[in-house]
């Protein structure tokens, strides 16, 4: 049944949904530049009407805002996230082979290269002069030289790996941050939505943190209705269910990391000495585990985000099968990060060694008019049978000619421990020119063959010397180029990605004075229709005496 002041209470609803309407505009154009806002809209409906006197129809009770609505497309999240993933990852790594290509010092120019074209241009001098004490000793330092740009190139290596590793404790820390500010504002959210409203600031508040731990991780997130009965596992019939809520999981690389209330924390965990992933690896490097024990898997072929990218270059070895227990392989890992360059390098000292104190090459034969130092003479026509090039073992000892050519003699030297034998750096007239016993001076046949390594076609699997230095440089260039390429595709994928969530989710100042226009003539219009039912019933109780 109508009151008499009915079409009072019809008229007045329409100025409230109207200043409703106004104040959601208003919200959103003071957020129009707000990052990772998105357009709100009153909900609006025709409220409850009633029956009419004989019961034949219902008549209107004017309208109503029940709740205050958010545009958002759920689609364009999840695949702006997967993409940010790939982001990240690429952006990572295209930044730190930049830093390697810097460490490598232009392999082909400068680096490496010009270090042995110095010694080989040292060997020359001495092949004409190698009487003299001084062209020996130019070329015992020249050798230094050339052994120690190696050792500093494998030392600034090392120390990038070291620094990408606490990077990765960096990454991880802001990880756990961002897990833990989601999980805070999920709380938040679930109890301002518990009386059935939208906490839409709060989720986008929420969806921002998303976006960046997308950066960071690859991450599944999942919105599903909670229901107490279901989760205890009674399942009653629907009309007998408890109260239900939204419940948030995300899932990162496939953990479970944020449930609703709760995250699971990563934390890094250094491995212990001697059981480092690759041969070179420095000490310390870390390894994942959950808060709840659960180890996290870095060489997950899933993995994406700054975190893959870090990982990578930390322990890419390009798929080398390491046995960490026997029969028990470790995951391969193919990529060619720091492991894989050191690599490069101790291949590099190891044949190159090789064939300057034994005459070999890379597959072990012999060299065709190079003898090894070992089968050298010295000045006063000794065969001290030396190793020129030489290393020191984990204890400090360093290695010297056993008397049998063994490859196995080389499998401990690598890139930082590579050196020039200890007694001709002494005592340079030590040094073999010769390969005849009479004496030292008889001829250079020794230093000659030395000589022909830079040219000598069969030396690395690669060809000579000088093509393998620039297949290390050009691998690293084309990876680096690869990564940048990546980098700059996915940055424009997501950048499209983010505009089409702009168009759909954003603010337009235009629409958004349309509307406010709209609201501005349905509050006006509601106004005037109070001043004439006013004037109605002024009419009927003043002036009429109704």
């Given amino acids: 049944m109508k009151s008499t002041f009915f079409e009072f209470h019809v008229a007045t609803t329409g100025l409230f949904t109207a200043k409703a309407g106004l104040q959601v505009v208003s919200h959103n154009i003071s957020n129009a530049t707000t990052v990772g806002y998105s357009r709100q809209y009153a909900e609006q409906r025709a409220s409850r009407p009633l029956a009419t006197y004989n019961t034949r129809g219902m008549v209107g009770t004017g309208s109503e805002v029940y709740g205050i609505g958010q545009v958002r497309s759920l689609y364009l999240d999840k695949k702006y996230w997967t993409e940010r993933g790939v982001l990240g990852e690429h952006t990572t790594k295209s930044q730190q082979l930049r830093m390697l290509e810097t460490v490598f010092n232009e392999l082909s120019g400068t680096g490496i290269s010009g270090n042995f074209d110095s010694f080989f241009a040292k060997i020359q001098d001495l092949s004409t002069n190698a009487p003299d004490g001084t ?25 990038q790996q070291k620094d990408a590793n606490t990077e990765v404790e960096t990454v991880v820390k802001t990880i756990n941050s961002l897990g833990a500010q989601i999980s805070n504002l999920s709380e938040r959210i679930s109890k301002y939505e518990i009386d059935g409203s939208q906490a839409n600031d709060l989720r986008d508040q929420r969806a921002v943190l998303i976006d960046e731990l997308s950066l960071y991780v690859n991450v599944q997130v999942e919105e599903r209705e909670y229901d107490e009965a279901y989760a205890a596992g009674k399942y009653p019939k629907p ?22 209330w709760d995250v699971n924390l990563l934390e ?5 000495q001697g059981k480092e992933r690759n041969e070179m690896d420095a000490p310390g490097m870390y390894d994942l585990i959950f808060q709840n024990g659960v ?10 985000g700054e975190l893959k990218g870090l990982i990578d270059v930390r322990d890419g070895n390009n798929g080398e099968k390491i046995e960490k227990s026997p029969g028990v392989y470790l995951p391969i890992h ?14 590099l000292v190891r044949t190159f060694a090789k064939a300057v104190n034994e005459g070999v090459d890379i597959n072990n034969n012999s060299i065709l008019g190079v003898k090894g130092h ?14 020129l090039f030489t290393y020191k073992d984990n204890l400090g000892n360093e290695q010297q000619y056993s008397g049998s050519f063994a490859p196995s003699d080389y499998d401990g030297m690598n890139c930082f421990n590579f050196q020039v034998n200890s007694k001709i750096v002494d005592d340079p007239f030590l040094l073999a020119c010769s390969d005849t016993e009479n004496s030292g001076e008889s001829n250079n046949n020794i230093i000659l063959g030395f000589a022909s390594l830079a040219t000598y076609q069969s030396l690395f699997k690669e060809g000579k010397l000088s093509d393998y230095v620039n297949a290390i440089s050009s691998e690293l260039a084309v990876d680096t180029k690869q990564s940048m390429n990546f980098a700059a595709n996915y940055d424009d994928v997501t950048r499209s990605i983010d505009n089409q969530r702009m168009q759909v989710s954003g603010v337009s100042l235009n629409d958004e004075v349309l509307t406010m226009v709209q609201y501005q003539q349905q509050y006006t219009a509601a106004a005037k229709l109070v001043s004439v039912i006013n004037d109605i019933y002024n009419v009927m109780i003043n002036q009429m005496g109704m």
Wanted: glycine share 6%; net charge neutral; proline share 3%.
């Fill in 374 to 387: 070992v089968e050298g003479y010295d000045k006063d026509g000794d065969k001290n049978e030396l190793w």
């Fill in 295 to 304: 180890e996290f898997n870095l060489y997950s072929p899933t993995l994406k």
């Fill in 135 to 159: 062209y020996r000793n130019n070329l015992v330092k020249t050798a230094e030289s050339l052994t120690k740009f190696i050792n500093s190139t494998a030392a600034s290596l090392r120390q």
């Fill in 268 to 272: 890094c965990v250094p491995r212990e």
């Fill in 239 to 260: 009309e007998d269910r408890g109260k239900s809520d939204k419940r948030l999981s995300i899932l990162i690389n496939g953990y479970e990391f944020v449930n609703h």
């Fill in 334 to 347: 193919n990529y060619k990060g720091i492991p894989y360059y050191l690599e490069q390098l101790n291949t």
